[in-house]
C-alpha cells in the first residue's frame, strides 16, 4: 500500500524529484506577513507540460523554469506552473516561484499543522502534511532534497531553522539567517522557529550543539537537557553514528502539547522543561528519531510505526542505559495495557485516522522488544545499526526491515513481524 495515495491524496506531486530548495524569506512578527522566494531544483521523472507543486495559503506571483518565465495557476493546495517548452524526462530544471501572504497552519485529520503564530515568534510543526504552509514544494516524505533557508525578521527575534548557522547580518533594524542543511531532508522535517531566544552552544558527547529557548528558562533548559550528551552516547553505541553535523534543541516560550522532532533539531514547550526532568522520556524520544525518521525515513505515511515505534523503544533504551527499568520490563507493561485497549489497529498500515495513535507507537516499540528477545541483544543491536548504515539519509519499508531482521537473525522472521504489525490480537512477547 502507497502511503502517499492512501494517506495523503491530495499532498505529493508526480512527474518529478526534488534534489534542493533554497527558500529566501522575509518575515515580520508583527503583521505576520511573509514574502518568500522558493529556488527549487528539481528532475523530472516523466515528460512535463505541466507540473504542480503543495502551496497552502499562500499566493505565487511569478515563476520562472529554468530562467523564462512561466505560467501559473493556483488552487486550494497546489500551484500548477506550466513551462514555456516542455521538460524531458531525466532533464534537471530550475524553478523559480516568488510567492507572499500571512501564513497560517492548515486544518487536517490530526489537527492544525504548517506554520503558526506563537504568543511572540513562530514554530512550524508541519508532520505530516504542513510544509506547504510556508514554501512551495513536493510534499513528500520520500522525496528528499538540501536545504538552505534564509530568513529575515525583526532584530530582537532570533531565528533557528535546520542545519548549520552559515551566516547572520543585521542591517536597518533586520536581522538575516541563513541555515544550510546539505543532508536530504523531507519536507515536513524542514523547520523555521523564531523567538525572542538565546543561543547557547553546547558539546554532546562530541556533536556539536545548541540550545535555544527564552532567557528566563535557561536554567530549566539547561538542567532538563543536560542529560543530552549521556543520551547521545548512549545511543551512538546502541544505533551508530549520530547522522548530523549538529543537533539544535528549540525550547519555545509558549506552552506545546507535544514536543517534535526536526531534522537536526527538536522542538519543546516551555511545559516541557519543568527543571525536574519531567520530559526525560520524551527528550529521548526525540532524539532517536534523528536516526529514526530523520535519517532514516518512511517512504510511505503507513510505515509510521519505523519511526514512532523505534522513538518510542529509544525511551526505554535510555531508560535501561541510566538505571531505569529494562526495555523488556517497559515493553511488557506496555503489552499489558495495550492488551487492555482495544484490537481494532493494524500497526503496520493503520490508516490515516490512526496513524498518530499511541497504540502504534506503544504496540511498534513493544514489536522491537519481541524481536530483541527472541534473537539476542548482539544480532538485535546489529540490526539496528545496520538499518541506520544501510538507509542513512534515504527512505526505507517494513518489508526492507523484516528482510534485514530475518538476514541479521539467520531465519525467517516474517511470522514474528506479521503477527505484531499486522495481527490485530496482541501477541505474547518471546522469553529474551
Ligand atoms: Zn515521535
Same mark, same amino acid.
Given at each position: 500500500?502507497t502511503?502517499?495515495?492512501t ?6 506531486? %508526480?512527474?518529478?524529484r526534488?534534489?534542493?530548495?533554497h527558500?529566501?524569506?522575509v ?7 511573509l ?6 531544483? /528539481?528532475?523530472?521523472?516523466a ?9 497552502? +495559503?499562500?499566493?505565487?506571483? &511569478?515563476v520562472?523554469v529554468?530562467g523564462?518565465k512561466?505560467?501559473?495557476? $493556483?488552487? #486550494?493546495? &497546489? ?5 514555456p ?5 531525466? @532533464?534537471e530544471?530550475v ?8 501564513p497560517a ?11 503558526? @503564530? ?7 510543526a508541519? $508532520? %505530516?502534511?504542513?510544509?506547504?504552509? !510556508?514554501?512551495p ?6 522525496d528528499?532534497a538540501?536545504?538552505v533557508?534564509?530568513?529575515a525578521t @525583526?532584530?530582537?527575534? #532570533? ?5 548549520v548557522?552559515? @551566516?547572520?547580518?543585521?542591517k ?12 536530504p531532508t523531507?519536507?515536513?522535517? /524542514? ?24 532567557p528566563?528558562l ?5 538542567h532538563?537537557f +543536560?542529560?543530552?550528551?549521556? =543520551? =547521545? ?13 549538529a543537533?539544535t534543541?528549540?525550547?519555545t ?5 507535544i514536543?517534535?522532532?526536526? $531534522? ?10 519543568d ?5 526525560e522520556?520524551l527528550?529521548a524520544h526525540?532524539?532517536?528519531?534523528? !536516526? ?8 510511505s !505515511?503507513?510505515e509510521?510505526?519505523l519511526n514512532e515505534?523505534?522513538?518510542?523503544y ?7 542505559a541510566?538505571? +531505569?527499568?529494562s ?9 499489558a495495557?495495550l492488551?487492555?485497549? %482495544? ?8 490508516? %490515516? ?6 497504540r502504534?507507537?506503544k ?5 522491537? $522488544? ?7 541483544d548482539?544480532?538485535f ?32 522472521l +516474517? ?6 504489525l499486522?495481527g490485530?490480537?496482541?501477541?505474547a512477547?518471546p522469553?529474551?
Open positions: 500500500m502511503g502517499r495515495t494517506y495523503l491524496p491530495d499532498s505529493g506531486n %508526480p512527474g518529478y526534488t534534489s534542493s530548495y527558500l529566501d524569506l518575515y515580520r512578527v508583527s503583521t505576520n506577513r514574502q518568500g522566494t522558493a529556488t527549487i531544483t /528539481a528532475r523530472a521523472t515528460d512535463l507540460r505541466r507540473l504542480s507543486f503543495d502551496l497552502v +495559503g499562500l499566493r505565487a506571483s &511569478k520562472r529554468d523564462t512561466a505560467r501559473l495557476s $493556483q488552487t #486550494a493546495a &497546489k500551484l500548477v506552473v506550466v513551462p517548452e516542455a521538460i524531458d524526462a531525466g @532533464e530544471f524553478v523559480v516561484i516568488e510567492y507572499a501572504g500571512a497552519p492548515r486544518r487536517s485529520i490530526w489537527g492544525t499543522v504548517g506554520w503558526e @503564530e506563537l504568543a511572540d515568534g513562530v514554530i512550524v508541519a $508532520q %505530516p502534511s504542513g510544509a506547504p504552509t !510556508w514554501f514544494c513536493n510534499d513528500d516524505p520520500s528528499k538540501s536545504y533557508i534564509r530568513v @525583526e532584530q530582537p527575534y #532570533a531565528v533557528v531553522c535546520n542545519g548557522l552559515a @551566516e547572520r547580518s543585521t536597518s533594524g533586520r536581522t538575516t539567517w541563513e541555515y544550510h542543511q546539505p543532508e523531507s519536507t515536513y522535517l /524542514a523547520t523555521v522557529q523564531i523567538g525572542r531566544y538565546e543561543i547557547l552552544p553546547v558539546d554532546l558527547a562530541g556533536v556539536p550543539g545548541t540550545l535555544a529557548g527564552p528566563a535557561r536554567s530549566r533548559i539547561g532538563d +543536560g542529560l543530552l550528551p549521556e =543520551m =547521545m552516547t548512549a545511543f551512538t553505541e546502541r544505533f551508530g553514528p549520530y547522522p548530523f553535523a543537533y534543541v528549540v525550547v516560550d509558549d506552552d506545546l502539547e514536543p517534535l522532532e526536526a $531534522q537536526g533539531l527538536a522542538i519543546f514547550g516551555a511545559n516541557h522543561a527543571g525536574r526532568s519531567g520530559s522520556r527528550i526525540e532524539l532517536a528519531h534523528q !536516526w529514526f525518521g530523520n535519517s532514516v525515513g518512511v517512504a !505515511w503507513g509510521i510505526w515505534g523505534f522513538a518510542c529509544a525511551e526505554w533504551l535510555w531508560s535501561e541510566s538505571g +531505569g527499568p526495555a523488556a520490563r517497559l515493553a511488557a507493561s506496555a503489552r495495557r492488551a487492555g485497549l %482495544p484490537h481494532d489497529i493494524v500497526v503496520g498500515d493503520p490508516g %490515516p485516522d490512526a496513524m498518530f495513535d499511541d502504534v507507537y504496540r511498534g516499540a513493544v514489536t522491537l $522488544q519481541a524481536l530483541r528477545a527472541r534473537v539476542g548482539d544480532v543491536f546489529d540490526t539496528l545499526r545496520t538499518w541506520t548504515t544501510r538507509h542513512h539519509h534515504g527512505v526505507a519499508t517494513t518489508t526492507d526491515f523484516v528482510a534485514l531482521a530475518s538476514e541479521k537473525a539467520g531465519a525467517d +516474517g511470522e514474528l513481524f506479521d503477527a505484531w499486522f490485530l490480537a496482541v501477541p512477547l522469553r529474551g
